[in-house]
């Protein structure tokens, strides 16, 4: 600390200069983007943020809100964890919405299923294709060894601890870090159980709409993917969240599949009145 603001005066009047001093990585309030879909008011707008290299987002979104996830330059690795906002001992199960779906490469109009059957949410639009329903997160241990250290407070943070304090924010704990699914970063499993990473760096810009279909607790951390060999890489994401309406009977999205269909039909009862 300098000598001038070791002066509480001093530091006080300091503090005060710095209102309005915007950074690339940081909640923008009230909430702005220039970007949003045909159709979206500015109005509409709820969470505008970019999640630095290495940082974290956590935000509770309504039933039907958009949260649209864009790797801006092309190495961001988005890992997921999502909560019943009301019951938050259902989470986003990774085993259930891969083996419920058959599918285990989520895309475009795959469910997000919570351990209780029911779907948290939907991925609307993905320009990616490469995503992870296997990896899980990194930790400590995984980045000490690939990078010599791996503690939060270090240069080298990892997913899992990113993802402790995400979801901290909402009195949460270590033992609620569940699997996550990893965005932007993805893996392929050969004929032979052998797992491909698809790491990139990938063009900038590529993007996922998420649509909530409960209120949900959405935590993100954007750090390196597990599986990453490489120095430690990754670049900013930007989050963008906007009101929107809960899918209509014929949403096509829900009609896809029996399975889907189903996993609906468990949602709506838990709001039913």
């Known amino acids: 600390m300098s000598t001038a603001l070791a002066d509480p005066n001093a530091a006080r009047a300091h503090a005060r200069a710095m209102e309005g001093t915007v950074v690339a990585a940081m909640p923008v309030l009230p909430p702005r983007a220039d970007d949003l879909p045909a159709g979206i008011s500015s109005r509409d707008l709820l969470w505008e943020e970019t999640i630095a290299a290495g940082g974290y987002a956590s935000r509770l979104l309504a039933r039907g809100t958009r949260l649209r996830l864009i790797d801006l330059e092309g190495d961001a690795c988005a890992s997921l964890l999502l909560f019943n906002a009301a019951m938050p001992s259902e989470r986003l199960n990774i085993a259930d919405t891969v083996k419920v779906q058959w599918d285990a490469y989520p895309s475009t109009g795959s469910l997000l299923l919570s351990d209780m059957g029911r779907v948290m949410a939907s991925i609307e639009q993905d320009d990616a294709g490469t995503h992870d329903a296997f990896c899980g997160a990194s930790n400590e241990a995984s980045n000490q060894r690939r990078y010599g250290d791996g503690r939060n407070s270090g240069a080298h943070p990892n997913a899992r601890d990113r993802l402790l304090l995400g979801v901290a924010k909402h009195g949460l704990g270590r033992r609620d870090v569940h699997p996550c699914l990893n965005l932007f970063k993805g893996v392929r499993i050969a004929a032979d159980g052998a797992i491909a990473p698809q790491i990139g760096p990938f063009a900038p810009g590529r993007s996922l709409t998420l649509r909530a279909e409960m209120d949900v607790i959405v935590v993100v951390a954007n750090c390196p ?18 009101r929107g309406p809960v899918p209509a009977e014929d949403d096509p999205i829900r009609t896809a599949t029996p399975e889907r269909r189903r996993a609906f039909l468990n949602t709506e009862d838990l709001y039913r009145r």
């Open 225 to 242: 993917h597990v599986l990453d060999e490489r120095p430690w890489s990754v670049t900013p994401l930007r989050a963008t969240a906007w």
